[in-house]
């Protein structure tokens, strides 16, 4: 719980100061004095009478009011000196900064609690324990460094690890990066990541609250707060970029379908991520320089122009943002061109990249800058300018700091001289401007920021789908597989369209069931869960007489319950399926079936319910996209007939919890119908 108290505090106690600044407890006083905290600070050292030339208290009985307490103590004496605190001084806030709690063992999880209910029963705030501390423009209560310099115009950044946020804002302060807050939340034991979210998304203030908000997540326990809060910010015109570490393959769970070997906590992550607008990155440079693109101005399109003195550099960015999907447009004669060409120097480049030499000059810059803002067909702009370490390029970098806050298009500067011209640099980034040293990650964190979906809109359950029906099939059921008859009603409840079907038991129900269904027809065994193991799929049934052949056969394979009769369709192979992820919900995958999801792994996914829109973002996630939609005059496949079958299969899903797992492959699929021809799904309710 968030609160005034550790946000904006009067008073500050250090429980456990020292004079030795080494140590926790004076590192923060430290930090405090140093970063100009205008409040008071009261020191707690039994040992000392002054601290760092603060006067220091015996004890915390000893304390007057204080509004917030930093506790750098064992983790034995924790528990009573929040109880004295919130009891005797009317604390509420509290900073925990100690160890020895939940990550150690039970009795440490115990105390832990113990802790977080006196902090709850008193409305107080608790920030770890465990962790490095808070940093708000007001105050640094931290025991670490770097501390940045804390601006309103900067990133909240809210971690659950403490060393990895010092590491991330290491990562951060020389592209330029600034930060408004930095939460260090630790163990969580009363307030984690997603409160933190919570506040600053309730608190929101348009023109005074940070547009960027970053996230470092271990544990997601609360994922549709994350969901609500990170989509309400994204809404309101916020940025959020988040690393979600702990979501490897280990995690994974072995399962009987497709599905369930495929789903992960981190494809539940992903969906999540997706679903709320959030980028999400891998790893700290990668965090950070997603951050910077947040503090640009937005690009509205994907064609980007390369602004460069140095080839190499060009080339490589090029082949980052293509590989993402934008676009480095040809620059056709035009007389814009015609000018800006006859300004520069003899054997500078005006296609694109557009390469000015090593000589170019800052005016040249500026009419480049100029004609691509006004006059070529571009979003944006990547500059790179570097220097040999010949003569100084001060005056280069004053402009483009200039042309980055009068262009209406958005400019991500390159300037990886970090030795040559440090002193130029550091001066074009007091400015209050980013930099770029990397082109590569630039060029990969900016695909990531524009093949992000916006948070998904809230959606009426579609008028074709009846929970109620749903739920009286459903109510039909027993837990584990379920039988075909049970699949087609759901399927075709919410308009997943199928092969014809029928079930027989017997030799003459076969017979006419092929009849019914027509020629040429497939044959497959009822009952075993992997039906090719057993051979029991007989593809392209000709006649009766091959009908009553083949139902011997597969009526004899052990585990039989009776013999299918299906319509044999053709078209591209495509995969769709679904796995309940305990707190999650449905995360659904698509993708295309056969080699692409047994052995290449190509699906995307999304978190039921799913709207037309993210269905859609799905599909053209795929690497498999290409081949979907047609390629080298072959027949590509209704995307948007295959999107309504994901709405409507998350729709079943939203209304039916007791399905845990839900295989559609293949689904045959062709540019005018789509068509289910094997599914399994089973079902698992909870003890009652």
Same mark, same amino acid.
């Given at each position: 719980?968030?609160?005034?108290?550790?946000?904006?505090?009067?008073?500050i106690?250090?429980?456990?100061?020292?004079?030795?600044?080494? &140590?926790?407890?004076?590192?923060?006083?430290?930090?405090?004095?140093?970063?100009?905290?205008?409040?008071?600070?009261?020191?707690?050292?039994?040992?000392?009478?002054?601290?760092?030339?603060?006067?220091s208290?015996s004890?915390?009985?000893?304390?007057?009011?204080?509004?917030?307490?930093?506790?750098?103590?064992?983790?034995?004496?924790? !528990?009573?000196?929040?109880?004295?605190?919130?009891? *005797?001084?009317?604390?509420?806030?509290?900073?925990? +900064?100690?160890?020895?709690?939940?990550?150690?063992?039970?009795?440490?999880?115990?105390?832990?609690?113990?802790?977080?209910?006196?902090?709850?029963?008193?409305?107080?705030c608790?920030?770890?324990?465990?962790?490095?501390? @808070?940093?708000?423009?007001?105050?640094?209560s931290?025991?670490?460094?770097?501390?940045? &310099?804390?601006?309103?115009?900067?990133?909240?950044?809210?971690?659950?690890?403490?060393?990895?946020?010092?590491?991330?804002?290491?990562?951060?302060?020389?592209?330029?990066l600034?930060?408004?807050?930095?939460?260090?939340?630790?163990?969580?034991? *009363?307030?984690?990541?997603?409160?933190?979210?919570?506040?600053?998304?309730?608190?929101?203030?348009?023109?005074?609250?940070?547009?960027? %908000?970053?996230?470092?997540?271990?544990? +997601?326990?609360?994922?549709?707060?994350?969901?609500?809060?990170?989509?309400?910010?994204?809404?309101?015109?916020?940025?959020?970029?988040?690393? %979600?570490?702990g979501?490897?393959?280990?995690?994974?769970?072995?399962?009987?379908?497709?599905?369930?070997?495929?789903?992960?906590?981190?494809?539940?992550?992903?969906?999540l991520?997706?679903?709320?607008?959030?980028?999400?990155?891998?790893?700290?440079?990668?965090?950070?320089?997603?951050?910077?693109?947040?503090?640009?101005?937005?690009? &509205?399109?994907?064609?980007?122009?390369?602004?460069?003195h140095?080839?190499?550099?060009?080339?490589?960015?090029?082949?980052?943002?293509?590989?993402?999907?934008?676009?480095?447009?040809?620059?056709?004669?035009?007389?814009? %061109?015609?000018?800006?060409?006859?300004?520069?120097?003899?054997?500078?480049?005006?296609?694109?990249?557009?390469?000015? #030499?090593?000589?170019?000059?800052?005016? *040249?810059?500026?009419? +480049?800058?100029?004609?691509?803002?006004?006059?070529?067909?571009?979003d944006?702009?990547?500059?790179?300018?570097?220097?040999?370490?010949?003569?100084?390029?001060?005056?280069v970098?004053?402009? !483009?700091?200039?042309?980055?806050?009068?262009?209406?298009?958005?400019?991500? =500067?390159?300037?990886?001289?970090?030795?040559?011209?440090?002193?130029?640099?550091?001066?074009?980034?007091?400015?209050?401007?980013?930099?770029f040293?990397?082109?590569?990650? #630039?060029?990969?964190?900016?695909?990531?920021?524009?093949?992000?979906?916006?948070?998904?809109?809230?959606?009426?359950?579609?008028?074709?789908?009846?929970?109620?029906?749903?739920?009286?099939?459903?109510?039909?059921?027993?837990?584990?597989?379920?039988?075909?008859?049970?699949?087609?009603r759901?399927?075709?409840?919410?308009?997943?369209?199928? @092969? %014809?079907?029928?079930?027989?038991?017997?030799?003459?129900?076969?017979?006419?069931?092929?009849?019914? @269904?027509?020629?040429?027809?497939?044959?497959?065994?009822?009952? =075993?869960i992997?039906?090719?193991?057993?051979?029991?799929?007989?593809?392209?049934?000709?006649?009766?007489?091959?009908?009553?052949?083949?139902?011997?056969?597969?009526?004899?394979?052990?585990?039989s319950?009776?013999?299918?009769?299906?319509?044999?369709?053709?078209?591209?192979?495509?995969f769709?399926?679904?796995?309940?992820? *305990?707190?999650?919900?449905?995360?659904?995958?698509?993708?295309?079936?056969?080699?692409?999801?047994?052995?290449?792994?190509?699906?995307?996914?999304?978190?039921?319910?799913?709207?037309?829109?993210?269905?859609?973002?799905?599909?053209?996630?795929?690497?498999?996209?290409?081949?979907?939609?047609?390629?080298?005059k072959?027949?590509? @496949?209704?995307?948007?007939?295959?999107?309504?079958?994901?709405?409507?299969?998350?729709?079943?899903?939203?209304?039916?919890?007791?399905?845990?797992? #839900?295989?559609?492959?293949?689904?045959?699929?062709?540019?005018?119908?789509?068509?289910?021809?094997?599914?399994? !799904?089973?079902?698992?309710?909870?003890?009652?």
């Amino acid at each position: 719980m968030i609160n005034r108290q550790l946000l904006h505090p009067k008073s500050i106690a250090i429980v456990g100061a020292s004079n030795t600044i080494s &140590k926790p407890g004076g590192k923060i006083i430290k930090n405090l004095v140093d970063f100009g905290f205008d409040g008071e600070i009261y020191a707690v050292n039994p040992k000392e009478t002054q601290v760092q030339g603060i006067p220091s208290f015996s004890s915390v009985e000893e304390l007057p009011s204080v509004d917030l307490a930093v506790l750098a103590i064992p983790a034995k004496f924790c !528990l009573e000196t929040v109880r004295i605190l919130t009891e *005797q001084n009317d604390t509420k806030a509290f900073i925990i +900064i100690s160890a020895g709690f939940g990550e150690t063992d039970d009795a440490g999880k115990k105390l832990e609690q113990e802790i977080a209910d006196i902090v709850n029963q008193n409305n107080a705030c608790l920030i770890g324990p465990n962790c490095v501390g @808070v940093m708000t423009p007001q105050h640094t209560s931290v025991f670490t460094t770097p501390v940045p &310099k804390l601006t309103p115009d900067g990133c909240d950044f809210i971690s659950g690890s403490g060393a990895t946020a010092v590491f991330i804002i290491e990562s951060g302060i020389p592209k330029g990066l600034r930060f408004a807050h930095v939460f260090s939340v630790g163990n969580s034991a *009363q307030t984690g990541v997603e409160d933190v979210l919570q506040y600053l998304d309730e608190n929101y203030v348009e023109g005074q609250s940070s547009k960027v %908000k970053l996230l470092y997540i271990e544990n +997601i326990d609360n994922p549709d707060k994350l969901l609500i809060h990170a989509s309400s910010l994204i809404n309101k015109g916020c940025k959020i970029a988040a690393i %979600k570490a702990g979501s490897s393959s280990a995690g994974s769970r072995a399962a009987s379908s497709h599905t369930g070997a495929l789903t992960s906590s981190d494809a539940a992550v992903e969906a999540l991520f997706r679903k709320a607008g959030i980028v999400r990155c891998y790893g700290r440079e990668e965090l950070t320089t997603v951050a910077s693109v947040f503090m640009c101005k937005e690009l &509205k399109g994907r064609k980007l122009a390369i602004v460069t003195h140095a080839g190499g550099p060009g080339v490589m960015l090029t082949d980052a943002l293509e590989d993402g999907g934008l676009k480095i447009p040809h620059i056709g004669e035009s007389s814009a %061109k015609t000018i800006l060409k006859e300004k520069l120097f003899s054997g500078s480049s005006v296609e694109n990249p557009i390469d000015f #030499l090593a000589t170019g000059t800052a005016a *040249q810059l500026g009419e +480049i800058i100029d004609t691509c803002e006004n006059d070529f067909d571009v979003d944006g702009m990547a500059v790179i300018f570097g220097s040999p370490g010949l003569f100084p390029i001060g005056d280069v970098y004053n402009l !483009l700091s200039e042309k980055m806050k009068t262009c209406r298009k958005p400019i991500y =500067p390159i300037l990886p001289s970090l030795i040559n011209v440090k002193e130029d640099v550091a001066h074009f980034l007091s400015h209050g401007n980013v930099n770029f040293p990397d082109e590569v990650l #630039l060029g990969r964190a900016l695909t990531k920021v524009i093949n992000t979906p916006n948070p998904a809109p809230k959606k009426d359950t579609p008028g074709f789908v009846s929970s109620v029906k749903i739920r009286e099939i459903i109510g039909q059921t027993e837990n584990g597989y379920q039988p075909p008859e049970i699949i087609h009603r759901l399927f075709d409840e919410v308009g997943i369209p199928r @092969v %014809k079907e029928i079930v027989a038991k017997t030799e003459p129900e076969a017979v006419l069931a092929a009849l019914e @269904v027509g020629f040429p027809l497939v044959m497959k065994v009822v009952g =075993p869960i992997h039906k090719t193991d057993v051979g029991g799929v007989i593809l392209n049934v000709r006649n009766t007489s091959e009908v009553r052949k083949e139902f011997y056969h597969l009526n004899e394979i052990e585990g039989s319950e009776g013999v299918l009769i299906a319509q044999m369709a053709s078209g591209t192979e495509l995969f769709l399926g679904a796995k309940y992820e *305990q707190n999650f919900g449905h995360i659904i995958l698509c993708g295309m079936g056969g080699i692409f999801v047994e052995v290449l792994k190509d699906v995307s996914s999304g978190l039921a319910p799913l709207s037309k829109e993210e269905a859609l973002s799905m599909i053209k996630s795929l690497k498999s996209y290409k081949i979907l939609k047609g390629y080298r005059k072959q027949p590509g @496949v209704n995307i948007s007939g295959f999107a309504d079958i994901i709405v409507g299969l998350s729709w079943l899903l939203r209304f039916a919890t007791e399905i845990k797992e #839900l295989d559609i492959n293949p689904f045959l699929g062709n540019e005018n119908e789509i068509l289910a021809v094997d599914a399994r !799904l089973r079902i698992e309710r909870l003890p009652s």
